[in-house]
C-alpha cells in the first residue's frame, strides 16, 4: 500500500503545480494586467535607409496597434494606443484574454504594428524594429506593483517613420 502513496503524491504534485495555486490571500484578488510599451519617432533623413535612430526626434499621438491571435490564427484582441508628448505609449491590454495559458500567452500570440503619425513632414512607415511586419514581444523582467494589482510589462521598438522625402544640401 505504501507503493500507491509514494507514486501518487508526485502526481498530485504536478497536478498541483501544473493547475497552480488558486488559493488567494486576503479577502480581495490581485488583478493581473498585460502591459506593451514602448517609443515611437521620426528617423532623420541621414539615417535614411537604416534602422539607426540617431538624431530622430519623438513623435506625439502617433498610433500603433496591439494585434493578437489565438492558437487558431484568429483576432483575440485588437487595440490602437496613442504616444504622448515624448513618443511614448504603455498600452494596458484590458480585456486580454488567454483561451490556453501556453499557446496564447502574449510573448507568442502579440505583436505591434505602427499605424499613423499626425505629421505630415514624418508619416512614412518604415520597419525599424519591425514596426511594419508587427514586432514580438520582449519580456524584460519589468513589473510593477499596487494594492491588489500587478502589471506584467512587455517592451517593443523603438519604432520609427519617416519622412516622404530627405533632400541633400
Same mark, same amino acid.
Given at each position: ?54 538624431? /530622430? ?12 491571435? =489565438? !492558437?487558431?490564427? +484568429? $483576432?483575440? *484582441? ?30 507568442? /500570440? ?12 514624418? =508619416? !512614412?512607415?518604415? +520597419? $525599424?524594429? *519591425? ?39
Amino acid at each position: 500500500m505504501s507503493w500507491c502513496f509514494r507514486f501518487s503524491s508526485p502526481i498530485l504534485f504536478l497536478v498541483w503545480a501544473v493547475e497552480g495555486d488558486d488559493a488567494s490571500y486576503g479577502d480581495a484578488e490581485e488583478k493581473v494586467e498585460v502591459v506593451v510599451e514602448g517609443v515611437v519617432s521620426c528617423q532623420s533623413c541621414e539615417a535614411y535607409g537604416t534602422w539607426s535612430l540617431a538624431d /530622430s526626434k519623438p513623435i506625439s499621438n502617433a498610433k500603433v496597434s496591439v494585434i493578437c491571435k =489565438n !492558437h487558431k490564427d +484568429n $483576432i483575440s *484582441y485588437y487595440k490602437v494606443f496613442p504616444t504622448d508628448e515624448s513618443g511614448y505609449f504603455y498600452a494596458q491590454l484590458n480585456e486580454f484574454k488567454m483561451d490556453n495559458n501556453i499557446l496564447d500567452h502574449p510573448l507568442h /500570440s502579440c505583436r505591434v504594428h505602427l499605424v499613423s503619425s499626425p505629421l505630415p513632414t514624418c =508619416n !512614412h512607415l518604415t +520597419n $525599424i524594429n *519591425y514596426g511594419i511586419d508587427g514586432a514580438p514581444l520582449r519580456y524584460n523582467n519589468k513589473r510593477l506593483f499596487g494594492e491588489n494589482y500587478e502589471a506584467v510589462i512587455y517592451s517593443v521598438g523603438p519604432f520609427a517613420f519617416r519622412p516622404a522625402q530627405c533632400y541633400k544640401n
